[in-house]
């Protein structure tokens, strides 16, 4: 089963032109999909030593020098270390025991426990079997410019740089078929690996696709330009596959994310590509103790990589629905059964709506949202080509085919390619510097005026976020030479204090743009606590963000768009950033100006 807000619904497999196949448009999510014609099915296995009927899989979370005494207590409530992630303390619990998680909760120095699913971990868990390794189809397909590549200028971009091979791009998904034609050039077994059920599984071949998604996501990002079939956002770079979907039921449970999300962090991937939400629950809510166990293991996983210099790009889901304006959920659990539930904006998509994952909106052909992608102001960031009715997006497809997708699967990586070009043409650049090059660089795109649910403005709102991305100006002089600037020193944020971090602005003549881009990276436990404005050289402050008291999310990494035109340009501009409360701590820990 696809986790559908996140995946596009599989299209049948191409063996000829692309005008012979029929491309699936997704609508509401389906609860369960058969893998596609020609996916390799798990074979039975018999039973493996140590599993058990009724095995259930916990995140058992301490702080990282507790990660000793917590396996301890796994082991005397009843459960077994299956893997652990010592450095973030997330530990991956198996356990038949009735109430092994309310019973841990009560140990000291142990956070939260939750459990990852509501079904039994499979068998397979114990003796994974290693996905099949498809016959390839050899093609007499050439090369040609293609609707999605042309609309973010690839196309152009490829004509200045195709991208760099020291560049790695993780590919979070079903897997990736490495034996393809357009892929093989570009694949890095050497980085690819299984974190099916949550241990990383080395063994060649463990990364292979289990259905036909992250095949096709691959493909887009970086399909070789090798005169064969079709060519890849980044052309140039190398792909790794990271397989976190299950067989048979293709879900992506928590503890595959996070192996997948640590394991990108210590193989040095520049990006990675997560198209698909965490399974089982399409929101998962902090008032819920699994859930929140959930969203905190994530989390953490992603800010390891993060902070390893991995940036990652997610998906924003299918359903067409307001992830700034959540009211109820009736798709979870989905390795269950579904109940409606009511939820709130502290409900969480992830990882795509976790701090410092940029979110991807798809738009179809003509830079229109597309109908089934969801939005939300103030949660996306950018949009890409996803398809739309009739025309999908052409990739790879197992076994040396290719076909078309449609879905926000197929727009991030648009953008994850995008990101892919700006790392290999600025090595230097950090996750945060990669996040404001996409929002500076994009294109705007403005609110219909017939759907009142795009809110904000040309330069950013709910359907679009900062715009359509453009590989062109990824690769090119934009921001134009003496017109971006920014400051990575790290400003300490204390409690009750008010802060400022400098960036002196020279040869900007006049005065500031009425979109002046401000991008902001802070690090801080408790947004809540939170003022911060933009001082221009004469003075006067911009507000840029007032977050509500009881806002108790993690870090705040974005892009604001500022009329500052009543200022000059030239001179000091200072972030300021006011803790307005004892508690929490945190840093500035870049931000920059675009004018």
């Given at each position: 089963?696809?986790a559908?807000?996140?995946?596009a619904?599989?299209t049948?497999?191409?063996?000829a032109?692309?005008?012979?196949?029929?491309?699936?448009?997704?609508?509401?999510?389906?609860?369960?999909?058969?893998?596609?014609?020609?996916?390799?099915?798990?074979?039975?296995?018999?039973?493996?030593?140590?599993?058990?009927a009724?095995t259930?899989?916990?995140?058992v979370?301490?702080?990282?020098?507790?990660?000793a005494?917590?396996?301890?207590?796994?082991?005397?409530k009843g459960?077994?270390?299956?893997?652990s992630?010592?450095?973030?303390?997330?530990?991956?619990a198996?356990?038949?025991?009735?109430?092994?998680a309310?019973?841990?909760?009560?140990?000291?120095g142990?956070?939260?426990?939750?459990?990852?699913?509501?079904?039994?971990?499979?068998?397979?868990?114990?003796?994974?079997?290693l996905?099949?390794?498809?016959?390839?189809?050899?093609?007499t397909?050439?090369?040609?410019?293609?609707?999605?590549?042309t609309q973010i200028?690839?196309?152009?971009?490829?004509?200045v740089?195709?991208g760099?091979?020291?560049?790695?791009?993780?590919?979070?998904?079903?897997?990736?078929?490495?034996?393809?034609?357009?892929?093989?050039p570009?694949?890095?077994?050497?980085?690819?690996?299984?974190?099916?059920?949550?241990?990383?599984d080395?063994r060649?071949?463990?990364?292979?696709d289990?259905d036909?998604?992250?095949t096709h996501v691959?493909?887009?990002?970086?399909a070789?330009?090798?005169?064969?079939?079709?060519?890849?956002?980044?052309?140039?770079?190398k792909?790794?596959s990271v397989?976190?979907?299950?067989p048979?039921?293709?879900?992506?449970?928590?503890?595959?994310?996070?192996?997948?999300?640590v394991?990108?962090?210590?193989?040095g991937?520049?990006?990675?590509?997560?198209?698909?939400?965490?399974?089982p629950?399409?929101?998962?809510?902090?008032?819920?103790?699994?859930q929140?166990?959930?969203?905190e293991?994530?989390?953490?996983a992603?800010?390891?990589?993060?902070?390893?210099?991995?940036?990652?790009?997610?998906?924003a889901g299918?359903s067409?629905y307001d992830?700034?304006?959540?009211t109820?959920?009736?798709?979870s659990?989905n390795d269950s059964?579904?109940?409606?539930?009511?939820?709130?904006?502290?409900?969480?998509d992830?990882?795509?709506?976790?701090?410092?994952?940029?979110?991807?909106a798809?738009?179809?052909?003509?830079?229109?949202?597309?109908?089934?992608?969801?939005?939300?102001r103030?949660?996306?960031?950018?949009a890409?080509?996803?398809?739309?009715?009739?025309?999908?997006?052409?990739?790879?497809?197992?076994?040396?085919?290719?076909?078309t997708?449609?879905?926000?699967?197929?727009?991030?990586?648009?953008?994850t390619?995008?990101a892919?070009?700006?790392?290999?043409?600025?090595?230097?650049?950090?996750p945060?510097?990669?996040?404001?090059?996409?929002a500076?660089q994009?294109?705007?795109?403005?609110?219909?005026?017939?759907?009142s649910?795009?809110?904000?403005?040309?330069?950013?709102?709910?359907?679009f976020?900062?715009?359509q991305?453009d590989?062109?100006k990824?690769?090119?002089?934009?921001?134009?030479a003496?017109?971006?600037?920014e400051?990575l020193?790290?400003?300490?944020?204390?409690?009750?204090?008010?802060?400022?971090?400098?960036?002196?602005?020279?040869g900007?003549?006049?005065?500031?743009?009425?979109?002046?881009?401000v991008?902001?990276?802070?690090k801080?436990?408790?947004?809540?606590?939170?003022?911060?404005?933009?001082?221009?050289?004469?003075?006067?402050?911009?507000?840029?963000?007032d977050?509500?008291?009881?806002?108790?999310?993690?870090?705040v990494?974005?892009t604001?768009?500022?009329?500052?035109?009543?200022s000059?340009?030239n001179?000091?501009?200072?972030?300021?950033?006011?803790?307005?409360?004892?508690?929490?701590?945190?840093?500035?820990?870049?931000?920059?100006?675009?004018?």
């Amino acid at each position: 089963m696809l986790a559908a807000t996140a995946l596009a619904t599989p299209t049948a497999l191409a063996t000829a032109a692309p005008a012979t196949i029929t491309p699936t448009t997704p609508t509401a999510p389906v609860a369960a999909e058969a893998p596609a014609a020609g996916a390799p099915a798990a074979a039975p296995r018999a039973a493996a030593a140590g599993w058990a009927a009724g095995t259930r899989s916990y995140l058992v979370i301490s702080a990282p020098a507790d990660v000793a005494a917590a396996k301890t207590a796994v082991a005397a409530k009843g459960g077994t270390v299956f893997s652990s992630y010592d450095a973030i303390g997330v530990i991956v619990a198996h356990s038949t025991t009735t109430g092994f998680a309310a019973a841990l909760r009560g140990v000291t120095g142990i956070q939260q426990v939750g459990a990852t699913r509501t079904s039994d971990v499979p068998a397979d868990a114990y003796n994974p079997a290693l996905p099949a390794n498809p016959a390839q189809a050899a093609t007499t397909l050439t090369e040609s410019n293609r609707w999605d590549m042309t609309q973010i200028k690839a196309d152009q971009a490829w004509a200045v740089t195709t991208g760099s091979p020291t560049v790695k791009v993780g590919v979070l998904d079903t897997g990736v078929d490495d034996q393809h034609q357009d892929l093989a050039p570009n694949f890095d077994a050497a980085d690819s690996v299984s974190c099916a059920y949550g241990k990383p599984d080395t063994r060649t071949g463990a990364w292979r696709d289990v259905d036909t998604h992250g095949t096709h996501v691959a493909g887009t990002i970086a399909a070789a330009k090798n005169g064969k079939g079709v060519i890849g956002v980044a052309p140039g770079v190398k792909i790794a596959s990271v397989r976190i979907a299950e067989p048979t039921s293709t879900l992506f449970y928590a503890e595959n994310t996070v192996c997948g999300f640590v394991w990108a962090g210590e193989r040095g991937f520049k990006v990675t590509n997560n198209s698909y939400y965490t399974d089982p629950w399409q929101f998962n809510c902090p008032n819920d103790l699994d859930q929140a166990a959930i969203i905190e293991g994530v989390k953490r996983a992603q800010e390891y990589a993060e902070g390893k210099g991995s940036l990652q790009v997610a998906a924003a889901g299918n359903s067409n629905y307001d992830l700034a304006n959540k009211t109820t959920d009736s798709e979870s659990p989905n390795d269950s059964t579904p109940v409606t539930r009511t939820i709130s904006n502290a409900c969480l998509d992830i990882p795509t709506e976790l701090p410092g994952v940029v979110t991807v909106a798809a738009t179809g052909s003509g830079s229109g949202k597309a109908s089934y992608s969801n939005f939300g102001r103030g949660v996306i960031d950018v949009a890409a080509p996803g398809g739309d009715g009739a025309t999908g997006v052409y990739s790879t497809l197992p076994g040396g085919k290719y076909g078309t997708k449609s879905g926000t699967s197929m727009a991030s990586p648009h953008v994850t390619g995008v990101a892919a070009l700006i790392a290999s043409t600025n090595p230097s650049l950090t996750p945060a510097d990669i996040r404001a090059r996409l929002a500076t660089q994009a294109n705007d795109l403005a609110c219909p005026a017939s759907d009142s649910r795009c809110t904000g403005t040309t330069a950013n709102n709910a359907f679009f976020g900062e715009g359509q991305v453009d590989a062109l100006k990824a690769v090119g002089s934009t921001p134009p030479a003496g017109k971006y600037f920014e400051n990575l020193a790290d400003v300490a944020i204390t409690d009750n204090t008010t802060v400022e971090s400098p960036i002196t602005v020279t040869g900007v003549s006049g005065t500031a743009p009425a979109t002046l881009k401000v991008g902001v990276d802070v690090k801080h436990t408790y947004r809540g606590d939170l003022v911060i404005s933009l001082v221009a050289p004469d003075g006067t402050v911009y507000l840029l963000e007032d977050f509500p008291n009881g806002d108790s999310a993690d870090d705040v990494a974005k892009t604001y768009t500022v009329n500052a035109a009543a200022s000059a340009a030239n001179g000091t501009w200072k972030l300021r950033v006011k803790d307005g409360a004892a508690g929490d701590v945190g840093t500035i820990d870049a931000w920059n100006l675009t004018f």
